[in-house]
């Protein structure tokens, strides 16, 4: 809703930093910190958990009216998402000498860190059913999900639920702002990751699946829920 504060849950490497360039750039938006500052046009945190709050009446003040948070999201398939991570960690002089395969078996690999954001398991513990299904419910009750495959478009259906509008919006809503921004960011993102992944795909992936079982089945049901709230 128009009224609703929108909350973005910035996953890294999803694109969220993308969706915050055209957000600033283009819709001329105020960023809240990762504290979810309430002033701002929209809020901002990877810590969707510690933000339950902003989802339900529990953050208003009595005497005051109620304003809700309302997520929206970009999200991308786990095992892609895991090794544009590992792009990232290569920059630093600690990573620049380990390939993406002993990543992959390694500690740190990304671990259904999706489901654990959401669940408040971010920092350690067991993953279960009951985790994956409180993700599920998350997503169904309180966020409108975008993916990084379909940018464009998930940029358009968050203007359109939260009342944006860029300065040079044609009669189509298509903005040359946020083309520009979008085709741009896109670019750098697909070289950065395309640099780690030649002749490892098929491989990586067998890897990577076995630490990321609850989140590619929580991303699978939100491109589902996605697809039919297009319907609706």
């Known amino acids: 809703a128009k ?3 929108p909350i973005l849950w910035s996953i890294p490497k999803s694109g969220s930093d993308l969706v915050q360039d055209v957000m600033t750039q283009c819709f001329k938006l105020v960023g809240a910190s990762n504290e979810g500052d309430m002033a701002s046009d929209v809020g901002i945190t990877p810590k969707i958990y510690e933000g339950a709050a902003l989802f339900t009446n529990d953050n208003s003040r009595e005497g005051q009216p109620e304003q809700l948070g309302e997520c929206f999201v970009i999200l991308r398939d786990p095992i892609d998402r895991a090794i544009a991570v590992f792009s990232q960690l290569k920059t630093s ?9 002993s990543y992959a078996k390694g500690a740190e690999i990304e671990n259904n860190w999706m489901t654990r954001s959401i669940t408040g398991k971010l920092n350690g513990g067991e993953v279960t059913e009951v985790d994956l299904l409180a993700a599920k419910n998350f997503l ?11 940018l464009a478009e998930s940029v358009r259906q968050f203007a359109n639920t939260f009342g944006w509008k860029t300065s040079d919006e044609q009669p189509d809503k298509f903005s040359p702002c946020v083309a520009k921004a979008l085709r741009k960011g896109l670019k750098e993102e697909r070289l950065t990751y395309q640099h780690n992944v030649i002749g490892e795909k098929s491989y990586l992936h067998d890897l990577i699946s076995k630490s990321n079982v609850y989140d590619t089945q929580l991303f699978a049901y939100a491109k589902q829920l996605a697809e039919v709230r297009k319907l609706a």
Do not use: A, K, Q, S
């Not at 002089?93 to 395969?101: A, G, K, L, T, Y």
């Not at 169904?140 to 379909?150: A, F, P, S």
């Open 140 to 150: 169904l009750d309180y966020c409108v999900i975008g993916t990084l495959d379909e």
């Open 3 to 5: 009224d609703d504060l």
């Open 93 to 101: 002089p600690r990573w620049e000498n380990v390939n993406i395969v």
